[in-house]
Nanobody, 118 residues
Framework: QVQLVESGGGLVQPGGSLRLSCAAS????????MGWYLRAPGKQRELVAA???????NYADSVKGRFTISRDNAKNTVYLQMNSLKPEDTAVYYC????????????WGQGTQVIVSS
């Protein structure tokens, strides 16, 4: 089973920045894609950003121009650079990993809290 280790969440003021990291460990399986999803109060889980092993990216409209997703394929790690943070970005962010040949059964991290408040 893929183990996911998330870090980088926390409390930040509006306009500030955070960098989330998610490392897939204890697995020899090949990763097809990694990404970040959020669950805000009163809302369903939704895509923030994702990236494939071929560096194809996908962003939610609300974060385009502010967030950047990247990955280190050798370390099976995905990063989310979050700039110009807004209070509405406050949510629990979940790392998502899709394994080659098993993309219908993704793995999820435990979630990391991001709070944007003055």
């Amino acid at each position: 089973q893929v183990q996911l280790v998330e870090s980088g969440g926390g409390l930040v003021q509006p306009g500030g920045s955070l960098r989330l990291s998610c490392a897939a460990s204890r697995s020899s399986l090949s990763i097809y894609a990694m990404g970040w999803y959020l669950r805000a109060p009163g809302k369903q889980r939704e895509l923030v950003a994702a990236i494939t092993s071929g560096d194809i990216t996908n962003y939610a409209d609300s974060v385009k121009g502010r967030f950047t997703i990247s990955r280190d394929n050798a370390k099976n790690t995905v990063y989310l650079q979050m700039n110009s943070l807004k209070p509405e970005d406050t949510a629990v962010y979940y790392c998502n990993v899709q394994i080659v040949g098993m993309t219908a059964y993704p793995y999820w991290g435990q979630g990391t809290q991001v709070i944007v408040s003055s």
